[in-house]
C-alpha cells in the first residue's frame, strides 16, 4: 500500500495550461521571464533574460538523456509537429537532458506555430538511440506567449 501511494506521488500529472512566471534575483535584481508547460515528465520552456540575450529562448526538458550533439557544435536534429501539420526537422543544441532551439528563423517561426497550435509532439533520441515522443498539449499558450513578450519587451501586459 505504501508502495503505491509513493508511486501514485512520482507521477507527473500535466501542470494544466502554460503559465508565466517573472523572477527578479534578490542579489543582482536580474529579471527572467519565462513561460512553462509540463507533461509526462518533459518541460517546455520560453524564456527571456533582456540582460543576457536578445528575444525569446525555446527549451525543452526531458525525463531522458537526450543523444549527444556534434563534436563541434553540440548540436542534433529534432523533429517536431504542431497539430496535423508537416513535421518540421531542425537543429537544436543539446546537453544532458535539455534542448534549445537554435537559429534566427527557426525560434520566431516555432513561436508563431506554437500560438496557433493545439498540440506539439516533439520526437528525439535518447543517448542509448532509443526514440521516444514528447507531448504538450497547448491549452493557453497563445496567452502566454502574448503575456512573455510583454514582458520580455518591458510593457506591462493589458488586462
Request: proline letters at 5%; glycine letters at 8%; one cysteine or more.
Amino acid at each position: 500500500m505504501l508502495l503505491t501511494g509513493l508511486a501514485m506521488l512520482a507521477l507527473d500529472v500535466p501542470g494544466g495550461p502554460m503559465q508565466v512566471a517573472v523572477h527578479r534575483d534578490p542579489i543582482t535584481d536580474r529579471v527572467t521571464t519565462s513561460a512553462e508547460l509540463l507533461n509526462d515528465g518533459h518541460r517546455l520552456v520560453l524564456s527571456c533574460e533582456p540582460a543576457r540575450s536578445r528575444g525569446i529562448q525555446v527549451r525543452l526538458h526531458s525525463r531522458h538523456w537526450f543523444r549527444h550533439g556534434g563534436t563541434l557544435t553540440g548540436r542534433r536534429t529534432l523533429t517536431y509537429r504542431f497539430d496535423g501539420d508537416a513535421p518540421r526537422r531542425t537543429l537544436w543544441k543539446v546537453r544532458d537532458h535539455d534542448a534549445r532551439l537554435t537559429g534566427r528563423r527557426q525560434v520566431p517561426a516555432f513561436i508563431d506555430w506554437l500560438t496557433r497550435a493545439e498540440r506539439l509532439v516533439v520526437r528525439a533520441t535518447d543517448i542509448e538511440g532509443t526514440v521516444f515522443d514528447m507531448y504538450f498539449p497547448l491549452d493557453g499558450a497563445g496567452e502566454a506567449v502574448a503575456e512573455l513578450r510583454a514582458a520580455c519587451e518591458g510593457q506591462p501586459q493589458a488586462q
